[in-house]
């Protein structure tokens, strides 16, 4: 059973920053792209940032020069670097891996890390 476990979220002030990571484990597969997403209440989970597996690398408009995301492929993991925090990105951030089985293709998700960013 393939599982993402991130780890990294917390509390930080305005225009700091902060690292988030997630690692995938738990058998033979092959992953082709990892992303990362948050939801706040109430609200839509939107895509943050993503990577496929030739380092094609997106990022919504809210995050650009901001946020950067990352691939160990060796170490199945992905990172998001968060500089110049603001209170807007406030979520729990939810990494996600489009992961091949054999010939089949499957989503996983991890469980989600809570980013707060206040004074």
């Known amino acids: 059973q393939v599982q993402l476990v991130e780890s990294g979220g917390g509390l930080v002030q305005p225009g700091g920053s902060l690292g988030l990571s997630c690692t995938a484990s738990g058998g033979i597969f092959s992953i082709n792209a990892m992303a990362w997403y948050r939801q706040v209440p109430g609200k839509q989970r939107l895509l943050v940032a993503d990577?496929?597996?030739?380092?094609?690398?997106y990022y919504a408009d809210s995050v650009k020069g901001r946020f950067t995301i990352a691939r160990d492929t060796a170490k199945r993991t992905v990172y998001l670097q968060m500089n110049t925090l603001k209170p807007e990105d406030t979520a729990v951030y939810y990494c996600k891996a489009d992961v091949q089985i054999g010939g089949d293709l499957m989503v996983r998700w991890g469980q989600g890390t809570q980013v707060t960013v206040s004074s």
């Open positions: 990577i496929i597996d030739d380092g094609t690398t």
